[in-house]
Every structure is written in structure tokens, then in C-alpha cells.
């Protein structure tokens, strides 16, 4: 099926130059994949892929003299072109088989049919091409999926995946990022060969995850129908799932209780941190660890915000997460029930423990988390106005300089020897001192108040 749809104007000319050389030389040539089903969706391709009938040498052949190349993909067919610091890959048209490690061809055969490529492509929508020459190239009715929002396997869904697993994250990926179903076929697919997950490489699914999260409604959806998918590789969710909180404060069940928070995006804000994502993912992983009853049946999860820190912890270092993220996600998990009073002092203090990004990230965590929970649009109303009060007062904090910490006190230790003070532990427990005044505006924050005090902090010897 070709269709005469696009506009060309959205390619880069140095597509174009690569198009146009390969025409000029005598071979076809096409852009493939993502790139056409984004222009065809008005969307701005990050990648731009090009499929063709000339052989790898013969790629080089026509490319080398003028531009540089990288031949690390030669042995499957891909010749990398970089033109004006921009890298175009051209992939000769093939046919693939004998997979091995549920995500590589043992081998590959090169064709001269563009069908034949594009039959081996994951889904329908990715089985377009294009060149300006024929338009747009459709044989499997990837126009008619995006337009009625459905992702479907090109051919038999449980060959596509077997051939490589990923794909069963690449369809749940797009799902949640185009808002698109996935047609029975493909879904009871992806259910039954969710196991073969375990031969991917944990980056592989750290990167497809973190896109799912950064997705609309942070990927709720997809969570709630393929739970058992995500399962394969964080299985504490099993655990989640239907797990009954009992308390007054919440009428979902601990994982359909996580789903709502990660539902709240849509609804009030439009955050772009991967650390609240996951923030938002994790922060009751541990509930199912600690659960108590009273005597009147109330549920009662005692410390699970360190115990969900801490699960959180395994998980993320089981995918591979960088130091950083692991340490950004685990202190949101930790401090995310905390109060938010609106007084100076309280934020100083919290200052204290926690940087002014870290305390803004509580924020939408913990209204992700009240979002989820059993209260009344009046209620949740009532608290995200007390919550934008405290951000105010703590941009107010920043915006005055206010001292919070011991590095922005106007005296240090050396101040204190010089007034008489040994070099010991009172040192550190009057300065201590000398800032909780500070914060509580007992006294100024200048050198003079600050020796004035400590002088009779030494006088009646603390």
C-alpha cells in the first residue's frame, strides 16, 4: 500500500543528502521504522533510520570517501554516516533468524525486497516507509493502527517476541506513551511470554521502564493491566497486589493505591524527575512487610516507610539504577508521610536534614500519595492549599537567605577557641545551640550576637 501523505520538509537535509546519494548510485533507499510513523503522527523524530538495497561495502563504498563511518553494526547490515556531527544509520534490507538470547539474531540474510525487511519489523505502526520518491510505503497497515490507536505484531505476536523479548516493553512503552490499546492477540502474547524478560539485560529494562514512568498518568494504565509483567522483574509487586490496607484513610488496596498516585499527573501536574516517578512506584513497596491490626481490625503499617525504602533499594540496584538516583528515590520514600507545617522554623529544620529540590519533590510525592488516598475533593483542596502555603513560606526561606544550616551560621569553630573554648565536644553542641536560636529567632544571625551568647553558653558551662 503506498500513500501519498507526508511533508518532507520535516526531514534533515543530511537524510535527504543520504537519500539522494543512494538514488544517484543506483540502489533504492528509504526511511524506516519510528521516524515515519512520528512524521506520520506529527510528531518530531529523535532518530532517523535508513533502510536500503546496497550491501554494507557497498554503503562504505559510496559514503567513505566523504564522510566518516563507524562499521560497528556491519556484521547485521548497519553502516553509521555522520554528516555535520549528526549519525544517520543505513541498514541494508534483511531477513533475520535463529534468534539467540531472546534478543539477537544468530544470524541475518540480506534481501533485496523492502517487504521482506519490513516483515520482520516488531509492530505495524513501526512498518512503514518512506522516501520521496514513492511516499509513504504501508504493506502491513500501520496508518489504519495509528489511527484507531492500536498496537499490533507484524505477523504472529508470539514469534515477534520470542525473536526478542524487549518488545514486550517496547509495546507497553508505546501504549502508555501514545495512549494506544493493544489488540487482544498481541496482549494475550506479551502475558504468555512475559517470563523470557529474565534473558534481558537489566539496562535494557531500566531504560524501557524509566520511559514508561516519564509517560502520561506516569504509565498507570499499563501498570494496573500488565502488573504481572512488571512483577517478572520488581516481584515485590506480587505482594501488592490486593493486599487490603483496613484503614479509614484509604479505600484501595496497597498497589491499586500506588496506581492512583501515579494517576495524579494528569490531573494537578506535569513533573519531568525520574526520582519522583519512582518515588511514586515505590513508596509503599514494603506495606505487605509490616502490617498490623488493632483491636478493632484497623490496618496499621508501622515504619514502612523505611522498610519500603529499603526494598526500594534492592530493586533499583537489581536494575541497575546509578548511586545518585537510588539515593534521591530512597530519601523521598523515607521522608514522604511527613508533615508540611507552615511555620519558618519547622522548614528551617527540615532545611537542615533535606535540600530545598529534595523538600519540592516531597511536595509532589506526597501529593501523588494524598491523591490516592480515601479524601474528599474538598479535603484534598483543604491540604494542597496548606501545601502550596509551606512552599511559598520555603521559597520565601531561600529568597531571604535565611541560616538554616551550620555553614551559613556567622561564627564556627574557630570562633569558639578563640573566645576560651577547648577543642572538644562542646564546641560542636554549642554551635548546635547557636542555631536552633537562630532558626527560632531567639537571636541574629551576625558574629557579635552569636560570641555574645556563646560566651554565656561557656560561662554556665553549657
Known sequence: MIMNAYDSSLIPPEAIVILNTLYNNGYEAYLV?????????????????????????????????NYNLTELGKKFGTIAVVINKNQYEITTYRTESSYIDSRHPREVCFVQNLSEDLKRRDFTMNAMAYSPKTNIVDIFDGIKSIDTKIISCVGNANQRFTEDALRILRALRFSAQFKFNIDSETKKAILDNKAILKNISVERINVELCKILMSKNCGAEIFREFAEVFAVFIPQIKLMIGFEQNNKYHKYDVWEHTLHCMEYESNVVNDSDITVRLGVLLHDIGKPNCYTEDKNKNGHFCNHQQISAEIATEVLKNLNFSNDIISK??????????????????????????????IKKLLLLRKYDLFGQNRTDEELAEIYNEMDLFEKMLDEILEE?????????????RDLISIGFGENKNIGKTLNILLEMVIDEKTDNTKESLIKIARELKYNDL
Open 329 to 358: 528515590v530512597t530519601q523521598l520514600i523515607l521522608y514522604h508521610d511527613i508533615d508540611f507545617i507552615c511555620k519558618k522554623s519547622y522548614i528551617k529544620r527540615l532545611l537542615n536534614k533535606i535540600d530545598s529540590k529534595s
Open 401 to 413: 537567605q535565611s541560616c538554616f544550616s551550620l555553614k551559613e551560621l556567622a561564627i564556627n569553630g
Open 33 to 65: 521504522g519510528g521516524c515515519v510513523r512520528d512524521m506520520y503522527m506529527g510528531k518530531i523524530p529523535h532518530d532517523w533510520d535508513i533502510t536500503t538495497n546496497a550491501k554494507p561495502d557497498d554503503v562504505i563504498k559510496i559514503f567513505g570517501k
